[in-house]
């Protein structure tokens, strides 16, 4: 009994050291983004502007993929997906825009929501989540979440993240992992965007011109303990 005890603990320990590594300490994944789109300002637009869907312009798959360069961007960078002009895909609801919670758990939430084609880019609180066919990655969402659990040295360290966002009936539905369960869900109720987050909260969203002040530099995230 005492040596079927001890192997579980064993195995348990290891598989804890095994996803603590591939979270926090698994190469981190290359930074996509077209450098101009996170050199720019994306603070000076006006998101109820929205760009004409009419195939004029690029496509989605022509874009490089956007993540999250590091643990967060360091001001509210342009749009990933400003010269896409592709139609959206089948199914989806069109809920392109700047958005911000104003009510359950996550009030005060700022977003921006992209969209061309397949492709959905996510922008908030200084991470990028991009899912869709590109010039450059995956389909998935590859990047981090944003949150910093420690640093060493000059280095931060967060959790790698991935996902998946399929649109299901003008749902959008985040998948961990691409496979996995459904973990967060938005969709629209008239004007209203409702984000459903994988903390169990119910957010309903108002559509926003322009950056709130505050915004455009995100606040540092997480527990931040230093090692060294």
Known sequence: ???????????????????????????????????????????ELNYCQLPKLDSTGLVASEIPKGNTPGCGYDHFPLPILRECTEPLTEG??????????????????????????????????????????????????????????????????????????IWEDEVLNFHVFGWGPKVVRRYREGDVLIWEYADGSINKMERLCHLPEGHQTPKPRGPRYKLF
């Not at 064993?10 to 789109?37: K, M, N």
């Not at 200084?126 to 640093?151: A, K, M, Q, R, W």
């Open 92 to 165: 989806a609801d069109d809920i392109r825009g700047l958005w911000r919670a104003v009510s359950g758990a996550r009030t005060g939430h700022v977003e921006r929501v992209e969209q061309c084609g397949e492709r959905v880019v996510i922008t908030t609180a200084g991470v990028i989540h991009d899912y869709g066919p590109n010039s450059s990655g995956g389909l998935n969402t590859n990047d981090t979440e944003g949150s910093v659990f420690f640093t060493a040295g000059n280095r931060e360290f967060c959790m790698r993240s991935s996902a998946s966002m």
């Open 1 to 43: 009994m005492l040596k079927v005890l001890k192997y579980g603990v064993i195995a348990s320990t290891g598989l804890v050291i095994v996803i603590f590594w591939l979270a926090y300490l698994s190469p981190r994944p290359p930074l996509t983004t077209d450098p101009a789109t996170l050199l720019g300002d994306g603070s």
